[in-house]
Protein backbone atom coordinates (compact mmCIF):
# COMPACT_ATOMS: atom_id res chain seq x y z
CA UNK A 1 0.00 0.00 0.00
CA UNK A 2 1.06 3.22 -0.54
CA UNK A 3 1.94 6.01 2.35
CA UNK A 4 1.99 9.42 2.88
CA UNK A 5 3.63 11.14 5.37
CA UNK A 6 3.43 14.59 6.93
CA UNK A 7 6.28 15.12 8.96
CA UNK A 8 4.86 18.03 10.46
CA UNK A 9 1.77 17.96 13.28
CA UNK A 10 1.61 21.69 13.67
CA UNK A 11 3.00 24.99 12.56
CA UNK A 12 2.11 28.39 12.85
CA UNK A 13 2.77 31.25 10.27
CA UNK A 14 2.46 35.60 10.90
CA UNK A 15 -0.53 36.62 9.20
CA UNK A 16 1.23 38.02 5.41
CA UNK A 17 4.04 36.35 6.02
CA UNK A 18 4.63 32.75 3.76
CA UNK A 19 4.46 29.20 5.18
CA UNK A 20 5.64 25.90 3.54
CA UNK A 21 3.43 22.12 5.18
CA UNK A 22 5.54 19.12 3.96
CA UNK A 23 4.69 15.54 2.50
CA UNK A 24 6.67 12.71 1.16
CA UNK A 25 5.00 9.50 -0.43
CA UNK A 26 6.13 6.40 -1.03
CA UNK A 27 5.21 4.51 -4.14
CA UNK A 28 7.04 2.13 -7.02
CA UNK A 29 4.49 4.28 -9.46
CA UNK A 30 5.82 6.50 -12.03
CA UNK A 31 2.08 8.04 -13.30
CA UNK A 32 0.25 9.17 -9.91
CA UNK A 33 -1.79 12.48 -9.09
CA UNK A 34 -0.69 14.55 -5.68
CA UNK A 35 -3.13 16.82 -3.75
CA UNK A 36 -3.64 18.80 -0.84
CA UNK A 37 -6.64 19.43 0.79
CA UNK A 38 -7.54 21.97 3.38
CA UNK A 39 -9.87 20.99 6.70
CA UNK A 40 -11.00 24.00 7.96
CA UNK A 41 -13.03 24.00 11.23
CA UNK A 42 -15.63 23.66 9.06
CA UNK A 43 -14.46 20.27 8.95
CA UNK A 44 -15.37 20.43 5.06
CA UNK A 45 -12.64 19.09 2.95
CA UNK A 46 -11.47 21.57 0.40
CA UNK A 47 -9.43 20.81 -2.88
CA UNK A 48 -6.69 23.65 -2.85
CA UNK A 49 -4.43 22.08 -5.68
CA UNK A 50 -3.20 19.51 -7.54
CA UNK A 51 -0.17 17.92 -9.46
CA UNK A 52 0.29 15.17 -12.16
CA UNK A 53 3.53 13.46 -11.71
CA UNK A 54 4.10 13.77 -15.28
CA UNK A 55 4.01 17.64 -15.42
CA UNK A 56 7.73 18.99 -14.43
CA UNK A 57 5.92 22.44 -13.94
CA UNK A 58 4.69 22.82 -10.63
CA UNK A 59 1.34 23.55 -10.13
CA UNK A 60 -0.10 27.22 -8.80
CA UNK A 61 -3.80 28.39 -7.80
CA UNK A 62 -3.47 31.76 -6.52
CA UNK A 63 -1.25 32.13 -2.89
CA UNK A 64 -0.75 28.29 -2.92
CA UNK A 65 1.91 26.92 -4.79
CA UNK A 66 3.40 23.50 -4.61
CA UNK A 67 7.21 22.60 -4.99
CA UNK A 68 7.27 18.77 -6.58
CA UNK A 69 10.18 16.58 -6.32
CA UNK A 70 9.71 13.64 -8.10
CA UNK A 71 12.77 11.80 -7.53
CA UNK A 72 12.83 13.02 -3.81
CA UNK A 73 8.87 11.59 -3.51
CA UNK A 74 8.25 14.89 -2.10
CA UNK A 75 5.53 17.36 -2.36
CA UNK A 76 5.70 20.49 -0.41
CA UNK A 77 2.68 23.06 -0.06
CA UNK A 78 3.56 26.88 -0.13
CA UNK A 79 1.10 29.44 1.50
CA UNK A 80 2.24 33.14 0.60
CA UNK A 81 0.73 35.90 2.07
CA UNK A 82 -1.25 33.93 4.83
CA UNK A 83 -4.47 35.16 6.01
CA UNK A 84 -6.75 34.24 8.88
CA UNK A 85 -8.94 32.27 7.01
CA UNK A 86 -6.14 29.87 6.15
CA UNK A 87 -6.01 28.64 9.63
CA UNK A 88 -6.95 24.39 8.74
CA UNK A 89 -5.89 21.24 9.11
CA UNK A 90 -4.35 20.53 5.43
CA UNK A 91 -3.92 16.98 4.28
CA UNK A 92 -1.68 15.62 2.06
CA UNK A 93 -2.71 12.51 -0.35
CA UNK A 94 -2.06 10.08 -2.97
CA UNK A 95 -3.44 8.41 -5.87
CA UNK A 96 -2.32 6.59 -8.98
CA UNK A 97 -4.62 4.89 -11.42
CA UNK A 98 -6.30 1.80 -9.90
CA UNK A 99 -5.85 2.96 -6.32
CA UNK A 100 -7.80 4.58 -3.91
CA UNK A 101 -6.99 8.21 -2.34
CA UNK A 102 -4.20 7.64 0.55
CA UNK A 103 -3.85 10.67 3.02
CA UNK A 104 -1.49 12.07 5.43
CA UNK A 105 -2.24 12.25 8.73
CA UNK A 106 -2.30 15.79 8.15
CA UNK A 107 -0.71 19.59 9.71
CA UNK A 108 -2.84 22.03 11.51
CA UNK A 109 -1.54 25.43 10.67
CA UNK A 110 -2.28 28.31 12.78
CA UNK A 111 -2.22 31.95 11.59
CA UNK A 112 -1.22 34.49 13.99
CA UNK A 113 -2.51 38.21 13.70
CA UNK B 1 -26.36 22.98 -6.81
CA UNK B 2 -26.14 21.49 -3.58
CA UNK B 3 -22.69 19.35 -4.07
CA UNK B 4 -22.42 16.49 -1.87
CA UNK B 5 -24.75 16.25 1.28
CA UNK B 6 -24.91 14.26 4.19
CA UNK B 7 -27.53 13.13 7.24
CA UNK B 8 -27.70 13.44 9.98
CA UNK B 9 -24.79 15.71 10.97
CA UNK B 10 -24.45 14.33 14.41
CA UNK B 11 -25.36 11.19 15.97
CA UNK B 12 -25.39 8.97 19.09
CA UNK B 13 -25.77 5.52 19.59
CA UNK B 14 -25.50 2.48 21.87
CA UNK B 15 -23.27 0.15 21.43
CA UNK B 16 -25.23 -2.50 19.40
CA UNK B 17 -28.00 -0.03 17.85
CA UNK B 18 -27.87 -0.24 14.14
CA UNK B 19 -28.20 3.34 12.33
CA UNK B 20 -27.67 4.05 8.08
CA UNK B 21 -25.94 7.42 7.35
CA UNK B 22 -26.91 8.98 4.29
CA UNK B 23 -25.65 10.65 1.12
CA UNK B 24 -26.23 12.58 -2.28
CA UNK B 25 -24.77 14.47 -4.77
CA UNK B 26 -26.13 16.16 -7.26
CA UNK B 27 -23.27 16.68 -9.80
CA UNK B 28 -23.88 13.63 -11.52
CA UNK B 29 -20.40 11.48 -10.80
CA UNK B 30 -20.68 8.16 -11.28
CA UNK B 31 -18.28 7.32 -8.35
CA UNK B 32 -18.65 7.51 -4.45
CA UNK B 33 -16.71 7.04 -1.52
CA UNK B 34 -17.39 6.52 2.52
CA UNK B 35 -14.54 7.39 4.54
CA UNK B 36 -13.83 8.16 8.56
CA UNK B 37 -11.63 10.85 9.96
CA UNK B 38 -9.99 10.06 13.90
CA UNK B 39 -8.39 11.98 16.12
CA UNK B 40 -4.78 12.33 14.39
CA UNK B 41 -5.20 10.74 11.81
CA UNK B 42 -6.12 10.88 7.80
CA UNK B 43 -8.96 9.98 6.10
CA UNK B 44 -9.54 6.24 5.81
CA UNK B 45 -11.62 4.60 2.97
CA UNK B 46 -14.14 2.12 3.90
CA UNK B 47 -16.08 1.22 0.85
CA UNK B 48 -16.42 2.75 -2.56
CA UNK B 49 -18.99 2.66 -5.30
CA UNK B 50 -16.97 3.24 -9.22
CA UNK B 51 -20.14 3.26 -10.46
CA UNK B 52 -23.49 2.56 -10.05
CA UNK B 53 -24.22 -1.16 -8.88
CA UNK B 54 -20.48 -1.59 -8.18
CA UNK B 55 -19.69 -1.41 -4.17
CA UNK B 56 -16.43 -2.29 -3.41
CA UNK B 57 -14.43 -2.58 -0.03
CA UNK B 58 -11.93 0.52 0.85
CA UNK B 59 -8.52 0.36 3.80
CA UNK B 60 -11.49 -0.72 6.76
CA UNK B 61 -14.37 -2.38 5.73
CA UNK B 62 -15.16 -4.45 8.82
CA UNK B 63 -18.43 -3.56 10.60
CA UNK B 64 -20.02 -1.86 8.10
CA UNK B 65 -22.00 -2.51 4.57
CA UNK B 66 -23.32 0.31 2.02
CA UNK B 67 -25.75 0.67 -0.75
CA UNK B 68 -25.29 2.36 -3.96
CA UNK B 69 -29.09 3.25 -4.52
CA UNK B 70 -28.92 5.01 -7.59
CA UNK B 71 -26.59 7.09 -9.62
CA UNK B 72 -27.18 9.98 -6.33
CA UNK B 73 -27.14 8.11 -3.25
CA UNK B 74 -24.77 5.98 -1.42
CA UNK B 75 -25.60 5.13 2.22
CA UNK B 76 -23.48 3.11 4.98
CA UNK B 77 -24.68 1.24 7.59
CA UNK B 78 -23.61 0.10 10.78
CA UNK B 79 -25.44 -2.71 11.87
CA UNK B 80 -24.06 -3.18 15.39
CA UNK B 81 -22.50 -0.37 16.54
CA UNK B 82 -19.57 -0.67 18.76
CA UNK B 83 -17.00 2.38 20.33
CA UNK B 84 -14.67 2.36 17.78
CA UNK B 85 -17.29 3.12 15.10
CA UNK B 86 -16.89 6.73 17.01
CA UNK B 87 -15.30 8.84 14.24
CA UNK B 88 -16.59 11.39 12.03
CA UNK B 89 -17.74 10.02 8.56
CA UNK B 90 -17.40 11.79 5.49
CA UNK B 91 -18.76 11.31 1.82
CA UNK B 92 -17.47 12.15 -1.16
CA UNK B 93 -17.63 11.42 -4.80
CA UNK B 94 -15.62 11.91 -8.57
CA UNK B 95 -16.61 11.86 -12.24
CA UNK B 96 -14.99 9.44 -12.68
CA UNK B 97 -12.70 6.36 -10.92
CA UNK B 98 -9.54 8.24 -12.47
CA UNK B 99 -6.57 8.94 -10.53
CA UNK B 100 -6.87 12.49 -11.64
CA UNK B 101 -10.40 13.06 -10.98
CA UNK B 102 -10.67 15.15 -7.77
CA UNK B 103 -13.25 14.22 -5.18
CA UNK B 104 -15.68 16.43 -4.08
CA UNK B 105 -16.84 15.74 -0.01
CA UNK B 106 -20.03 16.08 2.28
CA UNK B 107 -20.20 18.30 5.41
CA UNK B 108 -19.50 15.31 7.42
CA UNK B 109 -21.39 13.23 10.29
CA UNK B 110 -20.18 13.00 13.49
CA UNK B 111 -20.56 9.68 15.20
CA UNK B 112 -20.64 8.37 18.94
CA UNK B 113 -21.32 5.02 20.06
CA UNK B 114 -22.05 4.93 23.69
Known amino acids: AQTVTQSQPEMSVQEAETVTLSCTYD???????LFWYKQPPSRQMILVIR??????QNATENRFSVNFQKAAKSFSLKISDSQLGDAAMYFC??????????FGKGTKLSVIP | NAGVTQTPKFQVLKTGQSMTLQCAQD?????MYWYRQDPGMGLRLIYY???????DKGEVPNGYNVSRLNKREFSLRLESAAPSQTSVYFC?????????????FGPGTRLLVL
Open chain 2, 27 to 31: MNHNS
Open chain 1, 93 to 102: AYRSFGDQLT
Open chain 2, 92 to 104: ASSEAPGRQETQY
Open chain 1, 51 to 56: QEAYKQ
Open chain 2, 49 to 55: SASEGTT
Open chain 1, 27 to 33: TSESDYY
